[in-house]
C-alpha cells in the first residue's frame, strides 16, 4: 500500500499524488518521516510467530451476512442535490470535469 | 511474414436483481436521474453496505453457467481511486478471491463476417462481483453525475486471451450473452449499458509463443463495434511492428463515427489501486450442496440444447443453432417437436414460416398467437397427407395466425382436406387440359416441361387440394390418350 516496492518505506510524495494532495519540499519530508515512523511501529507486527494461522481480514469468525433482495424507497433528490458542493438544474451533482486517462 | 493477433475480452454485465448491490435502492434502468439513492450508495460517514444474496447467486450461477468452478471462500476488497463516478472514491469489487474461476465457452459455426469459424472452446480466467459506477455526462468545463447506477450489481467476466480474430471475439460474445440471457442472469441490453466490453489485442509472427504489447480498447458500445475495431487495430498494429515500430502499451478509445482508434492514456506503470479486503462485509462461502442447489435451478446450456436438438429431433447444426439463439424460442421449439412425428418438419416451418411472420409483425415469440401445439399438429397434417404443403402455406397458417385456432379445426371448417380421390382429381384435369391448348400442344411436341405447368394448373383448379402426385399420372393418361 503506497510503499516503494523492495524498500518497504513509504514514500510520501508517491502517496500524495495517488491521493491528488499537492505537498511543498517542506510539508514532504516532514510527512515522510511521519509516515515512516509510523511504519516502522506498525512492522512490530512481523515480529510473532504466525506459522499455521490462516490469514483473516475480520475480527470475527462471521461468513455470509446477506440480506434479501428487496427494494425499498430511496431519498428525496431535493436534500441529496444540496448535500453536494455544486448541481445542475437541482437534477445532477455538478463536479469539475475529469476527463478519464487524463487524471492520473 | 505472417501476424496472428492475440485477443482477450473484459465483458461488464449488470445483475438482474430488485435493488442494488449493497443497500436497498431500486436496481431499475431509466428512472429520473439521482432518485434512487441512498445514504450506503452515497457513501455517506457511517453507512454500511450489506451484500445482496440474490446477486451473489446469480453470479455463482453465472459461472456455472459457464463451466466455471466456484469459490468455497471469497471475500470483497476495496479498489480506491479517484474520480467523481465513485461517491466513496474506492469501489467494492473482488481481488484475489472471486465467486468463480476458470470456465469455458464454445465458439463455432458461421462468424459475423460470413466466414465458417473453427470450433474451440474460449477459456474463462475469472468470474468477479464489482459495484456499477454513476453516470457521468460532459458538459464542457463541469460533469454531470447521475448516482441512480452506482451499486447495481455487476459482474466483470474476463477471457483468456485464446481469440485469434474478430470473428472470434464477436461469437464469444454472443454465445456469453445467450449465456447469461438463457439463465435470466441479465438483460444484456449494451443499449442501455447493461453489458459493456473492453478489448485486449496485440499482435505476433504467427508461431512464436511471447505475446506482442497490448493495447487496450474502450468505448466499445456493441458487439459490431467491437468486430469493427479489431478489423481497425489489428492491421494497424501489424504495420507498425513490420515498419520497426516498438508499441507502447497503451488504452485507444474507438471513434465509431470515424471508424479508427485514437490513443487515450499511455500506460507507463500500472494503476496502483491499492486493494485491500473490504473491512465492512464479511466474507462468503459455498458448500458443495449449496452449489448443486443452485446448479439444479439452472436451465439447460444453449450450446449443450443445441446439440441435444440434433441428435434428439433430427434436425441440421444451422436449424439447431437457429432455434436456441434465445430460450423462449428454444422452448417454444421443444415443446412443439416433442412427441411430434415430424419434428423436422415442424423446425422448417418454425424457421421459414413463423420467424418471418413474427419478424414482420414485430412480435416475440412469447407474443405468438399460434401455440407449440397447433404448430406441430400443422407440420402432422402436412406430413400425414391430410393437406397439401400448398394449403398449409396459403390458407390454414395464416388462418392459425388470425385465430389462434387449431388447424384441424380450420381445414374441416373450410374443406380442406387434400383430394386423393382419382375421380375428383380428374374433373380438375380434364379441365385443366381444355383450358390451355399451347401446353397441350407443346407437350404433345415432345415438351416434356409443360405438362409441370398443367399441374399447376390441376392444383389452381383445386384451390392447392389435388395431391399434385396424384395428379401427375391423370394428367399423362388423358394426355396420352387423347
Redesign the interface.
Known sequence: MGTNAGTGHIDARYVADLARIELTDAEAARYNAQLNAILTYVEQLQEPDVTGIEPTAHAMPLANVLREDAARPSLDRAPVIKNAPADVDGIYVKVPAVIEGEES | MQYEAVIGLEVHCQVK???KMFC?????FGA????????VC?GYPGSLP???????RKIVAAGLMCGCTISK?S?FDRK?Y???DMPKNYQITQFDLPFCLGGQIPVGGKGFSGQPLPEKKIGITRIHMEEDVAK????????????NRAGVPLMEIVSEPDMRTPDEAYAYLTALKQVLEYAGISECDMEKGQMRCDVNVSVRPLGRAEFGTKIEIKNLNSFRSVHRSLCHEIPRQIEAVEAGEKLRQE?RRWDDALGVTIV??VKEHA??Y?Y????D?????HTDEQIEKIRATLPEVPFVRRDRFVTEYGITPYDAHVLTLEKPLADYYEAAARGSANPKQVANWIITELLRVLGERGLTIRECPVTPAHMAELAGLVGGGTITGSVAKSTVFPAMLESGRAPSEIVKEKGLEQVNDDSAIEGFVTQAIAANPKAVEEYRAGKAASIQFLVGQVMKLSRGKANPQAALPLLKKQLDAG
Do not use: I
Open positions: 436483481t430488485q435493488s436497498g435502492c431500486a436496481n431499475r429520473e436521474p439521482n432518485t434512487l439513492t441512498c445514504p452515497l450489506v451484500a445482496n444474496a440474490e446477486a451473489v471462500f471475500k480506491n479517484f474520480y467523481p457521468l455526462t460532459h458538459l464542457g468545463k463541469a460533469s454531470a453525475v447521475d448516482y488504452t487515450m492514456r494503476h496502483d491499492r485491500f479486503p473490504e473491512p462485509l464479511m466474507p462468503v462461502t
